[in-house]
């Protein structure tokens, strides 16, 4: 869960309080490589492919995604980063989140745009950066590449790459890092004085 999150969280922002480690660190870059090389044979190459970081969990995903493809191809694929704060459907029913760099590398337009994201949940983030992705042209094709795939769809949302589904109930919290992906509770700051 990225710090943004947690600083917001209703009503007066909250700490993401572990609970277990459901997959270590070397988990989490074995997930990388297998998604990187996923994405490598599911595109024949990596030609005309840019991977777009979703603000904030999915940035460090993303750039450890375009390592992988270094390692692994010997190509550097063009990396963006994306603030979707501003095209979610729920801008006036929770806080306003500062905005965070969108950062667009290279034209999109009938390019293999892969979203990168750390936890799927909802789906509503993901259906956000949809439309803010068609503010930047036209991709070819969109596919999206998570971590943590926890279930409680509302839209209709599939990944097309994911390191690890962790069924969840609504009220639990992952939270996505180098070191690992826990599961756990969001408490309110309240809550712990």
């Given at each position: 869960m990225a710090e943004r999150e947690r600083r917001t969280a209703p009503?007066?922002?909250?700490?993401?309080?572990?609970?277990?480690?459901?997959?270590?660190?070397?988990?989490?870059?074995?997930?990388?490589?297998r998604i990187a090389h996923e994405i490598v044979e599911r595109n024949a190459?990596?030609?005309?492919?840019?991977?777009i970081g979703l603000q904030t969990g999915g940035v460090p995903l993303a750039n450890a995604l375009v390592e992988a493809f270094a390692r692994i191809e010997g190509v550097q694929v063009?990396?963006?980063?994306?603030?979707?704060?501003?095209?979610?459907?729920?801008?006036?029913?929770?806080?306003?989140?500062?905005?965070?760099?969108?950062?667009?590398?290279a034209e999109l337009s009938g390019r293999t745009v892969v979203l990168v994201d750390d936890v799927l949940f909802t789906g509503r983030t993901i259906r956000a950066a949809l439309n803010a992705v068609c503010d930047y042209g036209r991709p070819r094709a969109v596919q999206l590449a998570v971590m943590v795939?926890?279930?409680?769809?509302?839209?209709?949302?599939?990944p097309d790459f994911v390191g690890k589904n962790l069924p969840t109930r609504r009220d639990e919290a992952v939270d996505v890092h180098a070191d690992g992906v826990d599961l756990g509770e969001l408490v309110r700051l309240r809550d712990h004085a």
């Open positions: 009503p007066y922002g909250g700490s993401f309080v572990p609970r277990t480690r459901v997959m270590d660190g070397d988990g989490v870059r074995r997930a990388i490589t190459g990596l030609d005309d492919v840019v991977v063009p990396l963006g980063t994306l603030d979707v704060a501003f095209y979610r459907d729920d801008i006036g029913l929770r806080p306003a989140m500062p905005a965070a760099v969108t950062d667009i590398p795939d926890r279930g409680h769809r509302e839209v209709p949302i599939r």
